[in-house]
């Protein structure tokens, strides 16, 4: 099979396009082939090493979103069948603790994430335990669960599980044209809440208007927190989900009402951010941080996508394997609105 392997942290010429031997499903394992993998902010940062953080496994094959076609199945496995449509969850974890059986499997000592310490999707076929793939509901193709699969989990539990968003609030999502900050824009107008979104440029405004938000905000903007709070009644907006961090968190804080929520997720401009303390205790505000969704709530989310309940991320581009560096170079850039997928089956 062909796949793009990083044996090296660095710039884009880490990306080498290999050959490398067919996986073959073991007992309990399942190859799959891959239809498309979402390219995410995460590979970016694991080929650069940022921080030392993220502790890849190398060589590793990047790439952890992945929708594609059952190829092969190993001994014991009855749940999927070849040629099914399906989704490789991201989740390595040992499934016997207390997180695991809580659904809390990013809390797990032995959490592994694909792409990072097990090879991922960046290549014709992936290899994985059986109780990490997904068949598809009908309805649902395997692109789409590519483009959704994680950005949609993590709003989806931002949203319902850590923030507890009920009809009716009114939710602020930062960086409104990502892939997160869509998810949550979708999710948030499906439970019934209004929805104010941040971004960038007049073009991404646009199209979170065209989208269903109420407002769209400059947050590059001097003022831009006392705008939102104007528009949210005066007193300010009770969920804000953030995944930008330095460069929009004081300011989603801020437009935050007396008792509201902020969620975050990530911190793509920067993991430090400066807050007043009185601010929060005066207000009562909370600060929750929030990570990887359950597996139910992985089914959740494919319900509501098959169903029509929620609408499909919007996909800026789809590029063959071999042009993979110029795939996380694009979202780099913050040009994009939407998903950028690697396509290795076409």
């Known amino acids: 099979m062909r796949a793009v392997v990083m044996s090296g942290y660095g710039g884009p010429e880490v990306l080498e396009l290999v050959e490398r031997p067919d996986p073959q499903a073991g007992p309990g394992e ?59 969850h991201y989740d390595y974890s040992c499934g016997r603790c207390a997180y695991c059986l809580e659904g809390d499997e990013a809390a797990c000592a032995g959490y592994e994430v694909m792409g990072v ?12 335990p059986a109780r990490n793939v997904f068949p598809l ?29 009920r009809p009716g609030e009114t939710v602020l999502v930062t960086a409104g044209g990502s892939g997160v900050g869509g998810a949550a824009i979708a999710l948030a107008r499906m439970a019934g809440a209004r929805v104010i979104a941040t971004a960038s440029t007049a073009a991404k405004r646009e199209r979170l208007l065209a989208a269903g938000v109420e407002h769209a905000i400059d947050y590059t903007a001097a003022g831009w927190p006392d705008e939102v709070r104007a528009l949210a009644g005066g007193r300010g907006v009770d969920v804000a989900v953030d995944h930008v961090g330095r460069a929009a968190f004081p300011g989603a804080l801020a437009a935050l009402a007396n008792r509201g929520r902020i969620v975050l997720c990530g911190a793509s401009s920067g993991s430090e951010a400066t807050i007043d303390l ?8 909370s600060i929750i941080g929030s990570s990887d969704g359950s597996r139910r709530e992985l089914h959740e989310v494919f319900r509501l996508l098959a169903e029509g309940r929620v609408a499909p991320p919007p996909i800026s581009a789809e590029l063959p394997l071999e042009r993979a560096a110029d795939a996380q170079a694009l979202l780099a850039s913050r040009d994009h609105y939407g998903r950028v997928l690697l396509t290795p089956g076409v």
């Open 137 to 165: 509901p009908g309805g649902l193709d395997a692109r789409v669960a590519a483009a959704a699969g994680s950005v949609y989990l993590t709003a989806y539990h931002m949203l319902f599980a850590r923030a507890g968003l």
């Open 117 to 128: 310490q097990r090879d991922g999707g960046y290549a014709e076929l992936v290899l994985a």
């Open 278 to 285: 009185v601010d929060v205790f005066a207000r009562q505000v």
């Open 30 to 88: 399942v190859v799959v082939r891959v239809g498309a993998v979402a390219v995410n902010r995460l590979d970016i940062w694991v080929r650069e090493d940022v921080g030392h953080a993220y502790a890849a496994r190398l060589p590793v094959i990047p790439g952890y979103d992945v929708g594609g076609a059952v190829a092969a199945v190993g001994e014991g496995v009855s749940d999927v069948a070849v040629g099914e449509a399906v989704y490789v």
